[in-house]
């Protein structure tokens, strides 16, 4: 549905009407144009004209917290009911009963804990099931929207922009890739065999009704991040990108990747400097720290986007008759 | 290249020239005539028109050694010289002076160091490379053709003629994605990015030049085979595919997978039946082992492909003005 939001952008002379226009926005446009010249000295055949974007902080928002996470924290009090023990086992009891101290006690051990309990033990099926039901109705904690109506319009324009040009557009996150799919290919128009994630173990089990399950184990099997990201593309794509779109140091090593192929390549970095409109972060940031790969973009000259100064429109819902944010 | 071969059969009336005419032949023309027709009860959209295809034995030969293996020992004979310690180490020892008996003393063991001497320890494009090394010059003991061109012409049809009918083809097979996705597009005409396969870990370096490069670890990361084709699926694909086709109890979930689905399903063996042009082999085989799978095939109905009695042709060479094998 949300894909079709993006239709209206091919009748008119503009192919990106949410990017304002200036270097930025010159500077995609000028590399699809040089690509998709035939016979030009930059051209590239279709097959190989593979892009990748980052998931969290390039797509869609991540402030204040990681979206699978709020994800998880919602699942727990969902659940609560068939777990009488989590009122009085941690983390469990810290999220049901908001105690943000014992939250933060339990640390990263305790987030594997929820993490586990939310997203294994259950058959694959029915954890995308309980993925759309969240979404369905969960909010926004500041925009009060739904979360799948917190995706960039600019970069879903860009996304519908590389496609018409013969892209096949992939998404390379360090999110899980069933937390991902079940709503992607809706809201970016990305097939679910062309988004790369982390991944847990599935276990091929025969159901009681022997129909066979993928049982979701609690074991970590892939971690689509950092240096992970270039192993991931060359596992799930096998084909290096010309063009890649991140946001945090957690994309450096998919743009390095990407960067380092022969011919003309486009290396882009969303950064967030809009407080009122989105929200404003990088080198100190706990989520989304935009550091070393800042420094790598600014002398390499990769392409970084300046939010506030680029972008006419963050959410598609700004421009709705319901106002914007805040 | 190859795939160019297929063709002709478009400007024909018969889609699949290379099979008999007959149940067989039959099945697969009717399932696609149903799922595209539409407005039709078994209409299948097109983003869901997924078709996995197991690789050894099924899209290609796999006797009198799976092809890979065949590659690992040429590569030993390859990289001897500069390794002038296997003249005296097993199994290499083994190989290099064709010494059958230490080579069998070996064991499995013996084969995971081979896999290891050959597989790891390079970057991903090195071993890419050495591939298509392999493929130029090595030839096949019994036919004496390029390995690559070991492919069944039939199925080669079949690949065209489900993407030509709106269908995603991949292939989902236990042999290692950085094998095979060197020379499958040319081969099958199907991309890197439709590959699944078993894989090791790859670690993100950067090289003296600066440039990034991806090592082969020797450690494996995913056995896509067995059971592990339906979590191979469900982890690269990310949908259920209405369409699977294999050869023996190695694809057995992924048919119990694939059939699981609602609405129209085709499940597909290739039962070797062809001494004279291929070979023959089913339940005791070591290879390519046909047995528990064949079981339920009949049971479930499921098509079976008689290779001797289905096929007009198996090898495109066989057309060929150097004549057939044997």
């Given at each position: 549905?949300?894909?079709m ?7 008119q002379?503009?192919p990106l ?5 200036g ?9 699809v ?27 869609w928002?991540?402030?204040p ?11 727990i ?5 068939k ?20 939250l933060a006690?339990?640390?990263?051990k305790?987030?594997l ?17 309980s ?15 739904p979360?799948?109506e ?17 892209f ?8 899980g ?10 809201a970016?128009?990305?097939?679910p065999?062309q988004?790369?994630?982390s991944?847990?173990?599935t ?7 022997g129909?066979p399950?993928l ?8 971690i689509?991040d950092g240096p992970?990201?270039?192993s ?9 990108p010309?063009?890649?779109?991140g ?7 998919m743009?390095q990747?990407?960067?380092?192929g ?9 950064h967030?400097?809009?407080a009122?409109?989105?929200?404003a972060?990088d ?6 720290q ?9 002398q390499?000259?990769?392409?970084v986007v300046?939010m506030a100064?680029?972008?006419?429109t ?13």
């Open positions: 549905m949300a894909a939001a993006y239709a209206p952008a091919f009748a002379t503009d009407p949410s990017w304002n226009d270097a930025t926005k010159a500077s995609i446009t000028d590399f144009a040089r690509v998709t010249k035939e016979g030009g000295t930059d051209f590239v055949a279709h097959s190989e004209r593979i892009a990748v974007f980052d998931n969290d902080g390039t797509l928002c991540e402030q917290v990681y979206f699978q996470l709020a994800f998880a924290f919602d699942q009090k969902t659940m609560a009911p777990h009488p023990e989590w009122s009085s086992q941690q983390p469990f009891k810290a999220l049901l009963t908001k105690d943000r101290q014992a006690a339990a640390g990263e305790g987030l804990q929820v993490m586990a309990a939310t997203h294994t033990g259950m058959t694959t099926e029915d954890f995308s099931r993925v759309l039901d969240w979404l369905s109705t969960a909010r926004h904690p500041r925009f009060n929207r979360y799948n917190m995706i960039y319009l600019p970069m879903g324009e860009l996304l519908a922009y590389l496609r018409a040009n013969g096949k557009t992939f998404v390379v996150s360090g999110g890739v069933e937390f991902m799919r079940p709503w992607m290919e809706k970016y128009g990305i097939p065999e988004v790369v994630g991944s847990g173990v276990q091929f089990k025969t159901g009681a009704d129909r399950v049982m979701k184990q609690p074991k970590v099997e892939f689509d992970g990201k270039a991931g593309i060359n596992r799930f794509i096998g084909r290096r010309i063009l890649a779109f946001n945090s140091d957690g994309d450096q090593q743009l990747w990407t960067a380092a022969p011919g003309a390549r486009f290396l882009g970095i969303v967030h400097t809009d009122t409109r989105e929200y972060y080198r100190p940031s706990k989520i989304g935009l550091d070393k790969a800042w420094d790598e973009a600014v390499r000259g990769w392409t300046d100064k680029d972008w006419k963050v959410f598609a819902f700004e421009r709705g008759s319901t106002g914007a944010a805040q």
